[in-house]
């Protein structure tokens, strides 16, 4: 504790309620440091799978408070009394956070570092998830969906870049991808909650509080990740301390010799030497056309509908074909097993294919399943078109997977220069959030303007699935195989 902060508390009595909590918070930070000082210099056989693995965690939690709702939102709905509207902003709020959190995370970790970010952003989880659990009521569960979202906006614009910072460029893909995975297998997780803790309230605390409160697991494993993890090399070169990044480097390719890691590290500093200081305005003027591919692609990823499915698919089966709730429930399942296997299948190809291709592939797949689907919806008999209409989702799904799922995350730790790679990061994380909210705000009420017909809806995304095409080809730069610092070279010799 600081000179400063230990005099504040001897006179805590009378201290004023600012000083007690300058006070607290100079004690946690403290403590944390002391933890952190702690853990790195214990030797920990720290390996590159623990490394990433550790490193994407933020998605698994990503995954599972944005996939958590829809299975405890009406049970909230009933016990708080709330209209559909104030259940409605529940939903939403994570998603209003979550923006305002990618929003202010970049700047913050091109300064302090991707680690450190991590960690607050693992606190933010930690809080969040125990104020949603323990909410009494409507007020207080907004108030912590929106720190949740902090969280989970913040963690969305760091760990990609974290990711890209620390693989090597041959296997940049395929590790950027675990991010992807972590969110698939959140959902995943979060349905298999909703399930498991229905009408089960344990040690007579209500279910829907165990659904939210499990998320204090991956976010207490997080935090525990985030002390043990390395920081990125390329941030600490940017910071001037190439002895660091030279150490970091060396732990994370045991399997490359010291001369290639030398290499490495000297085509870093190079372009490191070039890099501006960085910030908002030399994001516009020195990264522009990284920002236009990164925003686009991240607005194109919500807008072919991906979420409609992932949060509403229960109320799409019991509104259009007239589902009983248990089994529709069942059928979110089995999406979200599709989305997984298929987030696996990614991490395998991701390498071994152009993302640009890969990113088209998956948009022709999503556009004729949804144009499919939506035929099929208008001019068939819509009582007997839920199998078809679930094989055409399923098919759906698996489009996105292997493309725009994984590929939007992984684009945008690679596209911008190091100096503004955080700021750049948080503005296309931002996007994704806006398109996001933007879909989950009017899916419903799509629905309804169609007569319930799912058809609709998805005749829209289908729309937005064929623009992507001409939006890739044009807009979006060729990333696999390159080094971050020759995608960097390459983008500012375009712009
Ligand atoms: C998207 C999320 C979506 C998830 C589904 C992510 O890439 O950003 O909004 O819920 O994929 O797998």
Redesign the pocket.
């Known amino acids: 504790m600081t000179t400063a902060s230990r005099s504040t508390s001897t006179a805590a009595d009378d201290a004023p309620a600012s000083e007690a909590l300058q006070d607290a918070f100079d004690t946690t930070r403290d403590t944390l440091e002391k933890a952190e000082a702690h853990v790195t210099s214990t030797r920990f056989p720290l390996n590159s799978a623990f490394i990433f693995t550790f490193g994407a965690l933020g998605g698994m939690l990503?995954?599972f408070d944005?996939?958590i709702i829809s299975g405890a939102s009406p049970l909230i709905e009933s016990d708080f009394g709330l209209s559909v509207a104030q259940t409605g902003l529940i939903t939403s709020s994570v998603l209003i956070g979550s923006c305002a959190g990618a929003l202010s995370i970049g700047s913050l970790s091109d300064r302090f570092g991707r680690k450190k970010l991590l960690i607050v952003s693992a606190i933010l989880f930690l809080l969040g998830s125990g104020l949603c659990a323990s909410a009494t009521g409507f007020a207080m569960m907004v108030g912590a969906r929106i720190v949740l979202g902090l969280a989970v906006g913040a963690a969305?614009a760091l760990t990609p870049a974290y990711l890209a910072e620390l693989a090597p460029k041959e296997r940049r893909g395929s590790l950027s991808t675990l991010f992807?995975l972590m969110?698939?297998f959140g959902?995943l997780l979060a349905y298999a909650s909703n399930l498991g803790f229905l009408h089960h309230n344990l040690l007579g605390f209500a279910d829907w509080r165990w659904m939210l409160g499990s998320a204090l697991v991956p976010a207490a494993l997080l935090l525990i990740g985030g002390l043990l993890l390395p920081e990125s090399p390329r941030y600490l070169v940017n910071k001037g301390d190439v002895k660091g990044a030279f150490k970091t480097l060396a732990l994370i390719r045991q399997d490359t010799d010291q001369s290639q890691v030398q290499l490495e590290l000297d085509e870093i500093k190079e372009v490191a030497a070039h890099d501006t200081k960085g910030g908002v305005r030399e994001l516009f003027r020195i990264a522009r056309p990284a920002l236009v591919a990164a925003v686009g692609v991240?607005l194109f990823?919500?807008l072919v509908g991906?979420?409609s499915v992932?949060?509403f698919l229960p109320q799409v089966f019991i509104k259009g074909f007239g589902f009983p709730e248990a089994n529709a429930i069942w059928v979110s399942v089995g999406i979200g097993v599709v989305?997984f296997a298929s987030?696996i299948v990614a991490t395998i190809i991701m390498d071994k294919f152009p993302r640009k291709r890969l990113l088209v592939f998956g948009s022709i797949v999503m556009t004729v399943s949804l144009a499919i689907l939506s035929i099929l919806n208008f001019v068939g008999d819509v009582s007997s078109m839920a199998v078809p209409t679930m094989a055409l989702i399923a098919f759906y799904?698996l489009g996105?997977?292997v493309s725009?799922?994984?590929i939007?995350?992984v684009l945008m730790g690679e596209i911008f220069p190091l100096s503004v790679r955080g700021i750049g990061s948080s503005f296309g994380s931002a996007a994704?959030w806006i398109g996001?909210f933007v879909v989950s705000q009017f899916f419903l009420m799509l629905l309804s303007a169609f007569g319930n017909n799912v058809g609709g809806p998805f005749a829209i995304f289908g729309v937005f699935a064929a623009l992507s095409i001409p939006f890739v080809i044009h807009f979006v730069p060729e990333t696999r195989g390159k080094s971050l610092e020759r995608i960097e070279e390459e983008m500012s010799a375009g712009r």
């Open positions: 990503f995954g944005t996939g969305s992807q969110i698939t959902i991240m990823q919500q991906i979420n992932i949060y989305n987030t799904i996105f997977a725009w799922g994984p939007g995350w994704n996001n």
